[in-house]
């Protein structure tokens, strides 16, 4: 299970969901990248004029464990809660079909 094709189609779905949301006020959208800060993480980024601006999500690679974020599993995406740190619930996963639905122009959904 290759989860490098679906981090693209993750950042493919988020340029496409911005630029429609950004299109209603006529501005330019942003892009977004990811960025392999770990083995155990990505971090998409938003880029506006050629500049890291913000964190648009988190992406878990590998299944594990840790004391605050608690089981974490390959493809969870986790909205930020730093630059460089996740929040700790998974609002999705990208080997759901559906995964773009806990995504917002801004990121990941709030918890309900």
Same mark, same amino acid.
């Given at each position: 299970?290759?989860i490098?094709?679906?981090?693209e189609? /993750?950042i493919r !779905? =988020?340029?496409?969901?911005?630029a429609?949301y950004?299109s209603a006020? %006529?501005?330019?959208p942003p *892009?977004h990248?990811?960025d392999y *800060? %770990?083995?155990?993480w990505?971090?998409?980024?938003t880029?506006?004029?050629g500049r890291? %601006? %913000?964190?648009? =999500?988190? *992406?878990c690679?590998?299944?594990?464990t840790t &004391?605050?974020l608690?089981?974490?599993? @390959?493809?969870? *995406?986790h909205k930020?809660?730093?630059?460089?740190?996740a929040a &700790?619930? =998974?609002?999705?996963? !990208? /080997?759901d079909a559906? /995964?773009?639905k806990?995504? @917002?122009?801004?990121?990941?959904?709030?918890?309900k």
């Amino acid at each position: 299970m290759d989860i490098k094709p679906k981090i693209e189609e /993750f950042i493919r !779905v =988020a340029d496409r969901l911005v630029a429609d949301y950004l299109s209603a006020y %006529s501005m330019a959208p942003p *892009i977004h990248r990811a960025d392999y *800060i %770990s083995d155990k993480w990505v971090r998409v980024v938003t880029v506006e004029n050629g500049r890291d %601006s %913000s964190v648009y =999500a988190f *992406i878990c690679l590998k299944d594990y464990t840790t &004391k605050t974020l608690g089981q974490l599993k @390959t493809g969870d *995406i986790h909205k930020p809660a730093t630059f460089k740190v996740a929040a &700790k619930h =998974a609002r999705g996963n !990208v /080997f759901d079909a559906d /995964f773009g639905k806990c995504l @917002t122009p801004y990121g990941p959904v709030y918890l309900k």
